[in-house]
Nanobody
Framework: QVDLVQYGGGSVQAGGSLRLSCGFT????????LDWFRQVPGKEREGVAG???????RYADSVKGRFTISRDNANRMLYLQMNNLKPDDSAMYYC??????????????????????WGQGAQVTVSS
């Protein structure tokens, strides 16, 4: 069982920055993968960034060079630093956790199946 609580979000003008935070509680801080996803109404949830237990990262092409994912296992926190924000980045952002490599499978748009946990979501709105 992994509990995820998100902080941050808000409104910003294009070109601005925001940082999303996600605190996770679990029996072990060594969670296999921690992710950020986003979703706009009427569209499928899409992967934004992910980081594994070895700090290997991956990013969606649309955010590469602008967003940075990081994790602090000691304090059980996940972050997403978002710079040079664009109106197209406006969405509900969700953190997610896949605690066990053997119990999750990632499909199209990185959507996970299997044992996976979600945060409650945080709205990010970028105005032009």
């Amino acid at each position: 069982q992994v509990d995820l609580v998100q902080y941050g979000g808000g409104s910003v003008q294009a070109g601005g920055s925001l940082r999303l935070s996600c605190g996770f509680t679990a029996s072990s801080a060594n969670i296999y993968v921690l992710d950020w996803f986003r979703q706009v109404p009427g569209k499928e949830r899409e992967g934004v960034a992910g980081i594994d237990s070895h700090n290997n990262t991956r990013y969606a092409d649309s955010v590469k060079g602008r967003f940075t994912i990081s994790r602090d296992n000691a304090n059980r926190m996940l972050y997403l630093q978002m710079n040079n924000l664009k109106p197209d980045d406006s969405a509900m952002y969700y953190c997610g956790a896949a605690p066990d490599v053997g119990q999750v499978k990632y499909g199209g748009s990185w959507l996970p199946s299997g044992v996976y946990y979600w945060g409650q979501g945080a709205q990010v709105t970028v105005s032009s």
